[in-house]
């Protein structure tokens, strides 16, 4: 199984990104998808999850309503649209993979494979 993000890079804040994560070696479809990030000095945190179907999300207070997770089971892709972006939003961006999960899982040790992780930096 391998997840592999991309797509980070350097934005100012206000700005926008997308980042992704591509998937193989396992039924995409079937899986929760996840996003946590790391920002320097801290530990990896919750950012949004997405149901199998794509018909349930969750995110955590710090982004909801600035960042949109989303799916795409025919390209095996999950995709986290980041807008009004904040320097508190620079850290290091990873997908995850898990199943059965609540949609609700906002704990790491819920998820199985984890992506290698991208860089999201934001300048104020």
């Known amino acids: 199984v391998q997840l592999q993000a991309s797509g980070g890079g350097l934005v100012q804040a206000g700005g926008s990104l997308r980042v992704s994560c591509a998937a193989s070696?396992?039924?995409?479809?079937?899986?929760?998808m996840g996003w946590f990030r790391q920002a320097p000095g801290k530990e990896r945190e919750f950012v949004a999850t997405?149901?199998?179907?794509?018909?349930?999300?969750y995110y955590a207070d710090s982004v909801k309503g600035r960042f949109t997770i989303s799916r795409d089971n025919a390209k095996n892709t999950v995709f986290l649209q980041m807008n009004s972006l904040k320097p508190e939003d620079t850290a290091v961006y990873y997908c995850?993979?898990?199943?059965?999960?609540?949609?609700?899982?906002?704990?790491?040790?819920?998820?199985?494979?984890w992506g290698q992780g991208t860089q999201v930096t934001v300048s104020s």
């Open positions: 997405l149901s199998w179907s794509g018909s349930s999300t």
């Open positions: 070696g396992l039924t995409f479809s079937g899986y929760t």
């Open positions: 995850a993979a898990g199943t059965p999960l609540p949609i609700r899982a906002t704990y790491e040790g819920q998820y199985t494979y």
